[in-house]
């Protein structure tokens, strides 16, 4: 019997660790693991890395997380939205350090830490300055730059549908970055509108397979950072 | 329905409109391209695509098959493009992650990407995500992977700034986001190709005499290019 | 309107020329596109470079291609599968040349050359006769092998059912190589037991979308190799 | 239900039969574990999993979830495991493609991989996938990816060869499948494991001595190891 359920986001993220790396799926808002982030918030862990492609907009969820001085670094590649203020306002005051990454080259440097792949050569960001004090090599009379693979303690994201086994299937561009990140940390926890139990899901449509997954957490009506926003919402 | 109203000036009337450009940017698209579309300008090319035509649009954040924007305050908060807005999805659309949205593009699946731009060099080199500025926040998303990898990268751009400088120069002053990697330039003044001479006059908009358009550009432009419409 | 539908394998296959490389899909039979490979063979190019785990069973399919004396080299795992004969004896014979490649590694070559990743350094055989004359470099004090990434002008690859588009869903194992096989050759070529028109599938399930395909055949009833290396064929 | 016939050897009775070592083997998975067993006898541990535990079987090929082979002639020829066997699925199983299921074996998503082997040495290096003759022809499959990636790999294997010769050695002689990767042999004699000081006994099998084991083990087994049973 394999049965990853944990009762609440609370106890899913009550071991994290101060200085923890924590992968945060999403795009924008699409796919972000809001109650998760929360619940992280209320444990209080600080100096926290957050690998994640925006910062949040508004004073919820991932730009609450900010707000409250937990984060120490970022790595991203979009650091502001419209409607992020919170992650402009720290990094003008030199509060949080910011490692700017290519999209696609996050991507793949996430993919490379949970696929055991140390480093790769890519084309992108050759001759920019993301690429200045990196390693570079010619193939084929091109100039690639040498990324290597990322990795965290945690990563957190959100999906539509998981079974006890931890498989994930996702909403629509809500997939965006948490496939790959759920494959790169130590504990991959994942917040799901619906819990089934295994052999529900179709096993030719499954996305994320069950052996990357290490908890679910079952959060029925997950919010959203717009209408969150647009209620003039904070957290806490 | 009128002529251009009396006291403005030439320039302000002079050439292609936004949806000018957007206009004849779809000219040269080919039915059955996959295309990347970058935010805000670009966007407008999917409008301006002549009939008969399919094209596959491909957003970065996780789509192919991406359609029109829903009404305001309609459609599914997920269900949004690389710009954040949301979107639609049209018979045939698929989706899958950002390591195979970027597989896509780095790997040459895409025929083409129409991109913004801050500044293009005679030598194809692109400035599009930032100005250096110190207090500006550093932000570059998915334009250094769409012109390393895109077959073609189209720019849509105004021939000069907002001051008057013109954004097609000899060489880039901004931070770069690739090295030779634009194909051709679509300005309301002109379309332009990048060639290994330099740029290359493809066509003139309706109106617009060649030497006004060189001198609203920082480097030489080819004239008798044997290249005229189509890419 | 896109449709990406030829009428038949023959046609589909038309354009092969002499010294082409080509990447067929398949684990053992599961997923062997035998009416391509057959096509492939009626149709008479020589000289190829065939990239496949395998190197196929009896006198049908890939090992009639390689009997044919089509196959210049192969690109593979695994090629001494129980029942093939074809092969070894070629290989004895110094009428073919081989390349051996881990199978993880031969999967993350293919993937790498259809995402534009140059090459990339894995651990795996790393102090083994499969890393020699190979570049190395240790990461966290761990011995890596660069290994670089792997195209080809064709790609053959067997479905369950795809769209006019291209968009394809395969049947449990017979997945294996084909999505990454899709992504990594000029032209790919899909033969699908089913081909339906562009949405009717569902876009959370597809498995390849249809951008890495370029040619769709439908083949409804393909056959099996072991099926038919039990009734005693061999092809032509 | 009788003792071992007359006339038979020593040896040829002595310690545990293959099944007896598969069932010593699973003896030492903990539940929930994810297991890639070899083809061939290491498949036999999932006949021995004790009452109360579930494991999640993966095979290369590209399944998780897998389940027992039907019988014969019966299942789905493309429902295969990595020996080219028919099997069958167990609920919660997923299919996915060679990329992604090597993405679990070197990324250290599965536990343990039990495979069998020609030589294991006192360091850990494993040769089992050729034995280096002119004649043969070379085949590694997914070999050196599962000894690269997954966390724990046992080795299953008879003590000494069919001539009699130590398969546990000071260093392997036949090509290798990986470096210092072994982390337990099972054998019909003993369990031993791979220490920084070379081979340890954590067990002996039923009615088997210690002085039996070593002579017929090429490299020294400390014996008085603090670890005895579990991993």
């Known amino acids: 019997m394999i049965d990853k359920r944990v009762v609440s986001a609370h106890e899913a993220v009550a071991d994290v660790r101060d200085g923890a790396a924590i992968m945060i799926g999403g795009f924008g808002e699409a796919g972000s693991p809001i109650e998760l982030i929360h619940a992280l918030i209320d444990q209080g862990a600080k100096g926290l890395t957050v690998i994640s492609n925006n910062t949040g907009t508004g004073l919820v969820g991932l730009a609450a997380l900010l707000r409250a001085g937990r984060v120490r670094k970022v790595i991203c590649s979009f650091p502001k939205t419209a409607g992020s203020t919170v992650f402009p306002d720290l990094y003008r005051a030199g509060r949080v350090e910011l490692e700017l990454v290519p999209q696609g080259t996050l991507a793949e440097r996430i993919r490379a830490g949970g696929a055991g792949v140390a480093a790769f050569y890519t084309p992108t960001a050759a001759g920019t300055p993301l690429a200045e004090g990196k390693e570079t090599r010619e193939f084929s009379g091109r100039e690639h730059v040498l990324e290597h693979g990322l990795r965290a303690d945690f990563t957190l994201i959100k999906g539509r549908i998981a079974d006890t086994h931890g498989n994930i299937l996702f909403h629509r561009t809500a997939r965006n970055f948490a496939p790959m990140m759920a494959t790169a940390a130590t504990v991959t926890i994942v917040q799901a509108a619906e819990v089934v139990p295994a052999g529900e899901l179709d096993p030719e449509a499954i996305v994320t397979p069950g052996i990357f997954v290490d908890r679910v957490v079952h959060v029925p009506s997950p919010a959203l950072e717009s209408a969150l926003n647009e209620a003039g919402a904070s957290y806490p | ?231």
Chains 1, 3 share one sequence.
């Open chain 2, 1 to 231: 329905m009128s002529a251009a109203p009396q006291g403005r000036s030439q320039e302000a009337t002079l050439g292609w409109s936004r949806e000018g450009i957007a206009e004849r940017v779809a000219q040269d698209i080919e039915n059955g391209s996959y295309v990347n579309l970058g935010i805000g300008i670009p966007e407008l090319v999917a409008k301006f695509v002549p009939a008969g035509r399919t094209l596959v649009y491909h957003t970065e954040n996780g789509l192919l098959g991406m359609g029109p924007s829903p009404a305001a305050g309609q459609g599914d908060p997920e269900l949004i493009n690389a710009g954040k807005r949301r979107v639609s999805m049209m018979p045939g659309a698929a989706f899958f992650d950002q390591a195979t949205s970027f597989a896509m593009i780095r790997g040459g699946h895409l025929d083409l990407s129409v991109l913004g731009a801050l500044q293009v060099a005679a030598n194809g080199d692109l400035a599009n995500w930032s100005t250096g500025a110190d207090d500006a926040i550093p932000a570059v998303g998915g334009a250094m992977d769409l012109v390393a990898g895109v077959k073609r990268v189209f720019v849509m751009t105004t021939h000069v700034t907002k001051e008057g400088s013109p954004k097609l120069v000899e060489r880039c002053t901004y931070p770069l986001t690739g090295r030779g990697v634009v194909t051709r330039v679509y300005s309301d003044l002109a379309v332009i190709d990048i060639t290994p001479r330099g740029f290359a006059l493809v066509e003139l908009a309706p109106g617009v005499a060649f030497d006004f358009v060189q001198e609203r550009t920082g480097a030489p432009i080819l004239r008798n290019s044997t290249r005229r419409t189509g890419a």
